[in-house]
């Protein structure tokens, strides 16, 4: 059974702190997304990264930067916590196209900045 | 850029009706279309994988249809359950790309 797992389900900081979000697999895929989930505007996707130390942008990466040191690891990071980035996060990995692989997520942290 | 709409956004059923929710996209150069199922508060849980090759896939009482041509798909649900209230979402790749564009989803609530 795939499994991704983040770090916290629920996390509240201040405005202008810098805030790790971790992601872990266990199924040794390559590719491991960020997403940021919010009420009226879907599902968004930040960073991508399909290889260690490997990272493409999404629609959204301002304010946000992207780490991925081990292949099972991505990390997401918040260098200066705004109000705007209040919402829920969401991981997921998968193997590469040309597999018949979906993508699994994680059960989401919902960030609240104040 | 694709673009992915889900109608309708929410719908409400009595219990043991079959339904269908409709998923269309803009560009048809897809690889492959995947339905989601999403819990209040949780993450997305696969509930169908179509290759661009299918016409359909089913699994238990729920159906996935595709028409590339058109640029649309359908989730049909059978003998609907209270169990099956959740948000649908339908996701298709960004191009050729592993990147994937979600539409905002529709909302199901199955009446006991």
């Known amino acids: 059974d795939v499994k991704v797992t983040q770090s916290s389900r629920y996390l509240v900081k201040r405005t202008g702190e810098k805030v790790f979000l971790e992601c872990v697999q266990d199924m040794d895929h390559e590719n491991m997304f960020w997403y940021r989930q919010d009420p009226g505007l879907g599902l968004r996707l930040i960073y991508f990264?399909?290889?260690?130390?490997?990272?493409e942008k999404g629609d959204i990466p301002e304010g946000y930067s992207v780490s991925r040191e081990k292949k099972e690891r991505f990390s997401l990071i918040l260098e200066s916590a705004s109000t705007n980035q209040t919402s829920m996060y969401l991981c997921a990995s998968n193997a590469p196209r040309g597999s018949t692989d979906t993508q699994y997520f994680g059960p989401g942290t919902r960030l609240t900045v104040l | 850029k694709q673009e992915v709409t889900q109608i309708p956004a929410a719908l409400s059923v009595p219990e043991g009706e079959n339904l269908v929710l409709n998923c269309s996209f803009t560009?048809?150069?897809?690889?492959?279309l995947q339905w989601f199922r999403q819990d209040p508060g949780k993450g997305l849980t696969s509930l169908l994988l179509i290759q661009s090759s299918q016409r359909e896939q089913t699994s238990g009482r729920l159906n996935a249809s595709l028409d590339k041509s058109s640029g649309r798909s359908t989730l049909y649900i059978a003998a609907s359950q209270p169990g099956d209230s959740a948000t649908y979402l339908c996701a298709v790749p960004q191009g050729g790309s592993e990147k994937l564009v979600f539409g905002k989803g529709t909302k199901l609530t199955v009446n006991p």
């Open positions: 990264s399909y290889d260690v130390k490997m990272k």
């Open positions: 560009d048809s150069a897809i690889y492959n």
